[in-house]
């Protein structure tokens, strides 16, 4: 369940930025370029193509329904496994856009964050299958929204860096 941290954090932050949520168009999300895209059926892209060096090796990550609907609860299933253990003093810088518009810009304590889903750091070592569940309000502005969270150690190594791009129609 340590992975969903991550996970309910870049989703959860879309659905309490500004009621946006991951849902438009009628085909499934995916992200927008192969060779950055995270396994399974999501718009999750790494953000860079080199992640070797990653504490969070993702496995997969799928989005039920895909593409969620409104207000449908969206399940986020994943599977990933971290390299090391996770200690206090991790962190995330979050942001959520729409269009060219800064709706978050946020430091996070990730050991903060990760209470929200009854978590305590430090995060432990291995591998890690979930299942997280995020409610999706009925409304939601149409345009182009973006979310990036770049997660790393208290010592300022690279957990992860995700990011996802959804576009809803008018």
């Given at each position: 369940?340590?992975?969903?941290?991550?996970?309910?954090?870049?989703?959860?932050?879309?659905?309490a930025?500004?009621?946006?949520?991951?849902?438009?168009?009628?085909?499934?999300?995916?992200?927008?370029?192969?060779?950055?895209?995270?396994?399974?059926?999501?718009?999750?892209e790494?953000?860079?193509e080199?992640?070797?060096?990653?504490?969070?090796?993702?496995?997969?990550?799928?989005?039920?329904?895909?593409?969620?609907?409104?207000?449908?609860?969206?399940?986020?299933?994943?599977?990933?496994?971290?390299?090391?253990?996770?200690?206090?003093?991790?962190?995330?810088?979050?942001?959520?856009?729409y269009?060219?518009?800064?709706?978050?810009?946020?430091?996070?304590?990730?050991?903060?964050?990760?209470?929200?889903v009854?978590?305590?750091?430090?995060?432990?070592?291995?591998?890690?299958?979930?299942?997280?569940?995020?409610d999706?309000?009925?409304?939601?502005?149409?345009?182009?929204?973006?979310?990036?969270?770049?997660?790393?150690?208290?010592?300022?190594?690279?957990?992860?860096?995700?990011?996802?791009?959804?576009?809803?129609?008018?």
């Amino acid at each position: 369940m340590k992975f969903s941290t991550l996970l309910a954090l870049l989703f959860s932050s879309l659905v309490a930025s500004e009621s946006l949520s991951f849902f438009g168009s009628q085909k499934p999300l995916q992200g927008q370029h192969d060779s950055l895209a995270v396994p399974g059926e999501s718009p999750l892209e790494f953000c860079l193509e080199k992640h070797d060096d990653d504490l969070l090796v993702i496995e997969y990550v799928n989005l039920t329904p895909n593409p969620p609907k409104p207000g449908a609860t969206l399940t986020i299933e994943a599977a990933g496994v971290f390299k090391e253990d996770i200690e206090e003093g991790a962190y995330v810088n979050l942001q959520v856009k729409y269009g060219l518009i800064r709706l978050v810009n946020t430091k996070a304590d990730l050991c903060e964050q990760i209470k929200q889903v009854e978590l305590d750091c430090p995060i432990k070592a291995g591998e890690t299958v979930l299942t997280n569940e995020v409610d999706i309000p009925k409304e939601v502005p149409p345009g182009k929204y973006t979310v990036l969270a770049d997660v790393y150690t208290k010592d300022d190594r690279k957990i992860t860096c995700l990011t996802a791009e959804v576009t809803f129609p008018k």
